[in-house]
């Protein structure tokens, strides 16, 4: 089961916790969630933006609602995520059982002015949890959700109620009688592992940890007592842990050297192994059975792309009836940056017994499949189709759109899809992007905005994003870069960019930019960089390096010290970051050297800094300080904050200040730039 990503990722197409009386739910309109009034904005909003040449609007492409994070109930029942009143809430849904009918009107079941991130059931469906946080701390509190409990005030409870604490999601034991989670109450840093009893008490709630661990952990999955954890050392290096949730002993399942993948690991039925995707001994992420006894791996699927996300049912019977498989998986394999979706089934031997390819193919942000496992919900989009959940009929692979979101009047046909292009980089590696724009008229050099993932573990996707269709509507051409280090083209591609190597994927930036120029219908003096987090870090990177390049930068919550940057960050990621970068206790004069606010001298090009003042991951002071650099050179310079904010822009309120003032910036430094 992924969780879903980012808000600000989401958004970009790049990137008291409890309501003093829990809400009633709410029904909704049929057929399309209705935008509730838009609250004021806390800064001056910029005049509307006019309107694009397919008749569209920046405001009506922010008015986009999203469904994901579909979790199955049944067949029909599914409960997901929609960010129709400003923040991502929990809905309940259900389909018609004939497949061609009309997605009926979902209920609201949660309401609360910040964000639900995650959402998990419980076995039987009776009730869930789900994590929410306040302003985007990211300090995630966890909460019950009594789906029996009807429009009674008690739906909603509180579980933990820790403000400086983070706590992942709680994953149930198959009984439906405990769940587990990790937490840093310890010390802020380590998260331990801790086993709730249901139902739970508010008054004792994680007091005490069953296993201390030292690092970054998550649970996995929960079978009987034996609790599967994922250890995390770098977006590139895991292990597994089997723990004991009874006598809390622990085995490593996963011993290795060097970096080593091992992702969403979930029990087979019989509970004797576990199915994971590992990159072990492979460029590519792979579908693997694990036994959890011998530590014996044995190849399932191996493809030449990442496996990238895999699900199996939270099976009611450990025994498959006569004529069943014995395990059905749910999995996405990303291609070139598109995901398509497949159900595999297996023998008991872990062997494939069958591969259907669905019809299902864009940017997948969530997979879910039916206790049942007859169906799997999926949340997907693509650059032209705003994100839904869809069902997929596990037998015969039919698709069945499970959600109609409110689209704010946009005929979706008149989007501006995603063209893939490679090139070579200097060194010959070979470097794609997705391109965006409308067709260009005779003689028309237009310009363009280079959009950078995050990450630096991310990788650039043809997803829906408003400010990216915004501009490709307007007269803009966007490219959205996977230079080297980014994932999905292999551990050796992903790696090119590690320590020493950082700036060698900004030389990348730039010949993706100098590539863009020689084309006929673009303006080489009117490219811009924009990018969001690791991106925001490398439109800094690109405006100090390539100085001569750019007209403008947008950097949203980008690094720009990376010595304050390690300094200032969440304890509990501190570690997973110094993997990447370089520790400053080892590489200190390193990171000062590739850090751009020591290069701020060389920057020529204007420059607009947006970030959220909350932002554990990047603190504000990254934004503070270069814009105040920047200012001192006398360069024109726009600072915007946002103080309910952390590591993006999640709620339309804001978005809706944020995305024109990005707007403007461009127009005026960009569009309206005179060439040479």
Avoid at 274 to 299: H, N, Q
Avoid at 478 to 497: C, E, Q
Avoid at 503 to 517: C, M, P, W
Wanted: net charge neutral; aromatic share 6%.
């Amino acid at each position: 089961m992924r969780l879903p990503r980012l808000a600000f990722l989401a958004g970009l197409g790049l990137v008291s916790c409890a309501s003093p009386e829990p809400p009633k739910p709410v029904p909704v309109p049929p057929a399309a969630l209705v935008p509730p009034p838009v609250e004021p904005p806390e800064a001056p909003a910029p005049e509307p933006a006019a309107e694009a040449a397919a008749g569209i609007t920046l405001e009506q492409l922010l008015d986009v609602h999203r469904a994901t994070a579909p979790r199955a109930l049944g067949r029909e029942k599914f409960l997901f995520l929609s960010d129709a009143p400003g923040t991502m809430q929990i809905f309940s849904a259900s389909l018609d059982a004939a497949p061609t009918a009309e997605p009926t009107a979902p209920v609201q079941l949660t309401k609360f002015p910040d964000r639900v991130v995650a959402l998990r059931l419980a076995p039987g469906g009776k009730g869930a949890v789900f994590l929410k946080d306040k302003g985007g701390d990211e300090n995630f509190q966890i909460h019950w959700l009594d789906l029996a409990a009807g429009d009674k005030p008690e739906a909603t409870q509180a579980l933990s109620d820790a403000p400086k604490v983070r706590h992942t999601l709680p994953v149930f034991d198959d009984a439906g009688k405990r769940f587990t989670f990790t937490s840093n109450a310890r010390n802020g840093k380590d998260m331990d592992l801790y086993v709730e009893a249901l139902p739970a008490k508010k008054e004792t709630f994680g007091k005490k940890p069953v296993v201390a661990l030292s690092g970054s952990h998550a649970v996995a999955d929960f079978l009987g007592d034996r609790v599967i954890v994922s250890e995390m050392r770098s977006g590139f290096d895991q292990d597994l842990w089997l723990i004991d949730a009874k006598n809390a002993s622990k085995k490593l399942l996963t011993k290795h050297k060097g970096d080593e993948r091992w992702v969403s690991p979930r029990f087979t039925r019989d509970g004797k192994s576990l199915l994971v995707l590992t990159d072990r001994g492979r460029e590519f992420l792979s579908l693997v059975a694990l036994d959890v006894a011998t530590g014996k791996v044995t190849p399932v699927l191996e493809l030449d792309h990442d496996v990238q996300d895999l699900d199996l049912p939270s099976y009611t019977s450990r025994k498959a009836e006569a004529g069943q498989p014995e395990d059905i998986v749910a999995l996405t394999v990303n291609v070139d940056g598109v995901e398509e979706v497949h159900v595999v089934t297996l023998d008991a031997k872990r062997k494939v017994v069958s591969k259907k390819k669905t019809d299902l193919g864009g940017v997948v942000s969530s997979l879910d499949l039916a206790p049942a496992g007859d169906v799997a919900f999926v949340g997907l989009e693509r650059p032209n189709l705003p994100t839904e959940v869809y069902r997929v009929d596990v037998a015969t692979g039919a698709v069945t759109r499970a959600t109609k979101s409110h689209h704010a009047g946009i005929d979706t046909s008149r989007l501006v899809p995603a063209e893939l292009i490679t090139m070579k980089a200097s060194d010959g590696k070979t470097i794609s992007f997705f391109y965006y724009q409308t067709p260009p008229n005779a003689g028309e050099k237009r310009p363009v905005v280079i959009s950078v993932h995050g990450g630096p573990e991310g990788q650039a996707q043809p997803n829906f994003s408003p400010l990216v269709q915004w501009l490709a509507l307007s007269g803009y051409a966007v490219a959205a870069p996977n230079v080297r280090g980014s994932t999905g083209y292999g551990k050796s591609f992903s790696h090119l960019d590690d320590k020493e190597k950082r700036e060698d994927s900004v030389r990348d930036l730039s010949e993706v930019g100098k590539f863009i120029a020689a084309r006929p219908d673009v303006d080489p003096a009117r490219i811009a960089l924009l990018g969001g987090s690791y991106g925001g870090y490398m439109v800094l990177a690109g405006l100090t390096l390539y100085p001569d390049q750019w007209a403008a930068g947008v950097d949203i919550v980008g690094i720009a010290n990376f010595r304050t940057f390690l300094e200032q960050t969440a304890p509990y990621r501190r570690h997973l970051r110094e993997a990447e970068y370089g520790s400053l206790a080892k590489d200190g004069a390193f990171l000062d050297r590739v850090s751009p606010i020591h290069k701020v001298d060389r920057i020529k090009a204007p420059l607009m800094v947006v970030h959220g003042t909350r932002d554990p991951r990047v603190p504000i002071g990254e934004a503070r300080q270069i814009a105040e650099a920047v200012k001192k050179r006398g360069l024109p310079v726009e600072l915007l904050t946002f103080e309910d904010e952390g590591h993006g822009i999640a709620k339309r309120k804001n978005r809706l200040v944020a995305f024109p003032a990005m707007v403007d910036f461009l127009d005026k430094h960009v569009k309206a730039k005179a060439s040479p």
